[in-house]
DNA sequence: TTGACATGGTTCGTATTACCAACCATCCTG
DNA sequence: CAGGATGGTTGGTAATACGAACCATGTCAA
C-alpha cells in the first residue's frame, strides 16, 4: 500500500465519520428546534461571550447572517446581546440562563447518542483515536 | 483516567473534527456554487443511481426536499432525470457529463484541501486511524 | 481637533434549503 | 377491479445565507 492509498482511505473515512456525527448532531438539534448552526452557536457560547463579529468568524458566516440567527435565538430567549463597554460599536452575545439549560441538555443528549457507537472501542483505542485526532484539530472550539 | 472520561475527550475530538472537515468540504463547495447537501448528492451519484425517495434517504431529507434540490441541479446541467423501468412512478436520477467531471474535480480538491493536516501523521498512524474508525462506520456511503 | 477612513451591526432583497400537507399517477393486493 | 400503499411533484411557510447599503462609533493623521 503506497502513501497515497493510505491517504485515499483516511480521507474516505474522515469524510463518513464526518456525516454520521453531523447527522446525529442534526438530528438532536431538530428534535429541540435548533438547526447545525444554532446548536454550533450554543456551544460556543458555553465558555464564550463573544461579540457578534467573532461569532460569525467563528462560524464561517457573514455577520449579517449572525445577526439573523442571534435574533431568532434571542427572541427564543436562549441568548441575549449587552453593548460592549469597551467599544460602543460591538454587541456582545451570551447565554441566558435558560439558553445554559438548554445547552447543558443538549450535551447530554449528544453524549448519550453517541457513546453506544463509540462505547464499542476498548479504552486505550478511545485514547489513542483521540491520540491522532488531536494533532489534526484546530484551535481549541469544542462545538 | 475513568472510563466516562476517555470518552468525553474522544466525542469531543470527534465533533472537532466534524465540524473541520465541514467547513473544508463546504468553502470547496461554495467556490464550486455547491451546497453542502448538493456536494454530498453529487457523491452519492458518483457511483448509484438512485430514485428521488431513496436519494432523500440517504440524506436524511423530505423527498419534497430531494424534489427541488434535484430540480435545480438539473437546471443546472449536472444531473438528469429518468423515468424507472421497472415501475412507473419512481425517477431516477444520475450524474451527467458534466456533472461527472464536476464530481471529479471537486473529489481532487477535497483530497488537496484535507491533505496538508492529515499528512502530518505518519503512514502507519493513518492506516491506525482508518482502523480505529472503520468500525465506527456505518453501511458504506463514502461521501 | 477635525476630517477621512476603518470597523461593527443592522436592514433589505434574493436564492436556497427544508418541512408539511395536499395532490396525482402508478403499483399492488384481496 | 376497488382500495390502499408508494413515489414524486407542487404550493405554502420559515430558516439560513449572502451581498450591498446604511448608520454609529472608533482611530489616525494632517
Known amino acids: 500500500m ?3 492509498d493510505s491517504l485515499d482511505a483516511l480521507i474516505d473515512a474522515l469524510v463518513r465519520s464526518t456525516f454520521q456525527v453531523t447527522s ?3 438530528r438532536i438539534g431538530a428534535e429541540n428546534d435548533l438547526s447545525l448552526t444554532q446548536l454550533r452557536v450554543l456551544g460556543i457560547l458555553r465558555d464564550r461571550r463573544p461579540r457578534v463579529t467573532e461569532l460569525a468568524a467563528h462560524l464561517g458566516l457573514d455577520k449579517s447572517t449572525m445577526s439573523g440567527l ?3 435565538a434571542e427572541r427564543r ?3 441575549a446581546r449587552d453593548r ?3 467599544d460602543g460599536r460591538a454587541v456582545d452575545v451570551f447565554l441566558t440562563p435558560a439558553g445554559r439549560e438548554l ?3 443538549l450535551d447530554v443528549e449528544i453524549r ?3 457513546a453506544p457507537t463509540l462505547g464499542r472501542l476498548r479504552p486505550e483505542q478511545r485514547e489513542q483515536l483521540v491520540g491522532l485526532l488531536e494533532p489534526l484539530l484546530g484551535p481549541a472550539d469544542a462545538d
Chains 1, 2 share one sequence.
Open 77 to 79: 430567549g436562549l441568548l
Open 84 to 86: 460592549n463597554p469597551h
Open 2 to 4: 503506497t502513501s497515497e
Open 103 to 105: 445547552t447543558q441538555r
Open 24 to 26: 446525529v448532531l442534526t
Open 112 to 114: 448519550r447518542a453517541l
Open 70 to 72: 442571534v435574533d431568532r
